[in-house]
């Protein structure tokens, strides 16, 4: 079965601590992608990389960094974690779709609370 | 950029009924990919159906099937005989050809006994 593992199921973090959240697919996917999850609101993508050292901007990147230093892996750092940071965290990767539907493969999420 | 509308935030269905999820998006391109996300109470995101825009055909899985009305931008999921392991949060996705994806904000669908 091809698996997304995040890190951490549930993680509770004081304002201003670093946060990293881990994410590793074993399904050699090119694109990887972290999206934050709030009621009402949907997925709303934070960061993503269509390689390794590749990042890009996503809607709402203000507050968090990232790195991807193997293909495999793709971290999303908090570097001064606030109380608005309160959310759930998704991890996916996806092969880049050429003439193929290219869907996400998602990970079982990270439910951070800042206190 | 593209934007996806799920209007219904919640539904309910009887157990063995049918039941219809609505979802519009608004695009300016003409290949893309749509498709259902399904998010049970422990969270992790499955995907139920995925439909080529370029194809006429609906998608069908087992009880899983989708109106795609390409000029009307809609994409409905219709869940026949509806069992309680349907209840979950769904998602409308929209992938551009640029890989991107856009999610519409869910329907949270409860299955009652």
């Known amino acids: 079965d091809v698996k997304v593992t995040q890190s951490s199921r549930y993680l509770v973090k004081r304002t201003g601590e670093k946060v990293f959240l881990e994410c590793v697919q074993d399904?050699?996917?090119?694109?990887m992608f972290w999206y934050r999850q709030d009621p009402g609101l949907g997925l709303r993508l934070i960061y993503f990389?269509?390689?390794?050292?590749?990042?890009e901007k996503g809607d709402i990147p203000e507050g968090y960094s990232v790195s991807r230093e193997k293909k495999e892996r793709f971290s999303l750092i908090l570097e001064s974690a606030s109380t608005n940071q309160t959310s759930m965290y998704l991890c996916?990767?996806?092969?880049?779709?050429?003439?193929?539907?290219?869907?996400?493969?998602f990970g079982e999420g990270s439910r951070l609370t800042v206190l | 950029a593209q934007t996806v509308t799920q209007s219904q935030p919640e539904m309910s269905v009887q157990e063995a009924e049918t039941v219809t999820l609505s979802c519009t998006y608004d695009?300016?391109?003409?290949?893309?990919?749509l498709f259902w996300y399904k998010q049970p109470p422990s969270r992790q995101m499955i995907l139920v159906i995925r439909?080529?825009?370029?194809?006429?055909q609906n998608a069908t899985e087992n009880r899983f099937s989708v109106n795609f009305q390409k000029a009307a931008k809609s994409f409905s999921l219709k869940i026949s005989d509806s069992q309680l392991g349907d209840a979950a949060m769904y998602f409308c996705?929209?992938?551009?050809?640029?890989?991107?994806?856009?999610f519409g904000t869910g329907t949270s669908l409860t299955v009652i006994p």
């Open positions: 439909q080529e825009a370029y194809k006429q």
């Open positions: 399904m050699d996917h090119e694109n």
């Open positions: 996916a990767s996806s092969r880049p779709g050429q003439g193929y539907p290219g869907e996400l493969f």
């Open positions: 990389s269509y390689d390794v050292k590749m990042k």
């Open positions: 695009t300016s391109e003409s290949d893309y990919y």
């Open positions: 996705a929209y992938r551009s050809l640029g890989n991107q994806f856009y």
